[in-house]
T-cell receptor
Framework: AQSVAQPEDQVNVAEGNPLTVKCTYSVSGNPYLFWYVQYPNRGLQFLLKYITGDNLVKGSYGFEAEFNKSQTSFHLKKPSALVSDSALYFC?????????????FGAGTRLTVKP | NAGVTQTPKFRVLKTGQSMTLLCAQD?????MYWYRQDPGMGLRLIHY???????AKGEVPDGYNVSRLKKQNFLLGLESAAPSQTSVYFC???????????????FGPGTRLTVL
């Protein structure tokens, strides 16, 4: 079965600095990878996804993610962090197969951007 | 267009009580899902549905039942609540295949359930 790991519980960055939130995955076939963001007391919101094609994926709010097949990673990045980016970020992977069309989420990484 | 809505937002139950959580979506999505979110564990899939009248088990289905009698609604039931079911429950929906399997899910605002 597919799985995803987010090795950092917490990431702290200063406003204006670049940010990276890490994600690694494990699948037996082709991965379909997603990033979601959760603000306090809200449901998850979609940021971006990788299905196929270019390894660099651009998404909402200036975020991007790089798919690296050899390292089985899909790290989320942003060139210049904003205080409003502070939230909980989830990486997710979906693998298609017989009776297996669910999505597996990582445990989440809490991003704090300080002024 | 309300998206995905969940009822109720909060609920406190005593051990052994039953309840039903309601999820509704107005996007004409075929796929609907129920997740639970626990600290340090991310989201875990409880049950999902690929269309009206069909449901399937996810990663953690024990203690829960679901029904999808109408396309726009997906109900999650707890027949005999246990403290281990204290969690935040999220409903989500997505488009149908072939695009749906690659598409993002749209989430509701969540239901915070406490079982004493």
């Amino acid at each position: 079965a597919q799985s995803v790991a987010q090795p950092e519980d917490q990431v702290n960055v200063a406003e204006g600095n670049p940010l990276t939130v890490k994600c690694t995955y494990s699948v037996s076939g082709n991965p379909y990878l997603f990033w979601y963001v959760q603000y306090p007391n809200r449901g998850l919101q979609f940021l971006l996804k990788y299905i196929t094609g270019d390894n660099l994926v651009k998404g909402s709010y200036g975020f991007e993610a790089e798919f690296n097949k050899s390292q089985t990673s899909f790290h989320l990045k942003k060139p210049s962090a904003l205080v409003s980016d502070s939230a909980l970020y989830f990486c997710a992977v979906r693998e298609l197969g017989y009776n297996n069309n669910d999505m597996r989420f990582g445990a989440g990484t809490r991003l704090t951007v300080k002024p | 267009n309300a998206g995905v809505t969940q009822t109720p937002k909060f609920r406190v139950l005593k051990t052994g009580q039953s309840m039903t959580l309601l999820c509704a979506q107005d996007m004409n999505h075929e796929y609907m899902y129920w997740y639970r979110q626990d600290p340090g564990m991310g989201l875990r899939l409880i049950h999902y549905s690929v269309g009206e009248g069909t449901t399937a088990k996810g990663e953690v289905p024990d203690g829960y039942n679901v029904s999808r009698l109408k396309k726009q609604n997906f109900l999650l039931g707890l027949e005999s609540a246990a403290p281990s079911q204290t969690s935040v429950y999220f409903c989500a929906s997505s488009y149908s295949p072939p695009a749906g399997l690659y598409n993002e899910q749209f989430f509701g605002p969540g239901t915070r359930l406490t079982v004493l």
